[in-house]
């Protein structure tokens, strides 16, 4: 139905933008399969794909995600949406736009979530310190 995967699609936004790898992770399934990009292998299974968010919340700050239109086909969830972070390293300010499709199992799942995004560096985030350098350095 629209509103579980309105549910699903919100639950991932909070997870992301608060950099919440355990409440991310509780949106897989153990087996899962996640393609951040089409042209690089997957993420097979809850260990990659931890290790995959893990380095999203360590390098990424002032997460902002939308999902812009939602479809339903039958146990898939498709989804064009866009981002934005801050890079921790540099402090550059990155958008994102995307479609994904978020495959459940029986129990709600994600079982494969496949993502086909562009992103762009837009400038500096002025009111971020980019890791390892000074306030105001950089």
């Known amino acids: 139905m629209h509103g579980d995967g309105q549910d699903v ?15 991310v992770m509780e949106l897989y399934a153990a087996d899962a ?12 299974g809850a260990n990659a794909i ?24 039958g146990r898939t969830v498709l989804a064009a ?4 972070y801050t890079d921790a390293t540099s402090g550059d300010r990155v958008r ?8 459940l199992d029986a129990a709600g799942l994600i079982q494969r979530l496949r993502e086909w995004p562009i992103s762009k560096v837009v400038g500096r985030d002025s009111t971020y310190a980019p890791l390892g350098r000074p306030e105001g350095g950089g």
């Open 9 to 23: 699609l919100e639950r991932y936004k909070r997870a992301w933008e608060g950099r919440d790898v355990d409440a």
């Open 33 to 44: 399969e996640h393609r951040d990009d089409p042209f690089r292998e997957p993420y097979q």
């Open 50 to 73: 931890r290790a995959m968010w893990n380095d999203i919340a360590a390098n990424e700050a002032n997460v902002e995600f939308d999902a812009e239109r939602i479809w339903i086909s």
């Open 81 to 84: 949406w866009h981002a934005a």
């Open 96 to 103: 994102m736009r995307g479609f994904a499709t978020f495959e």
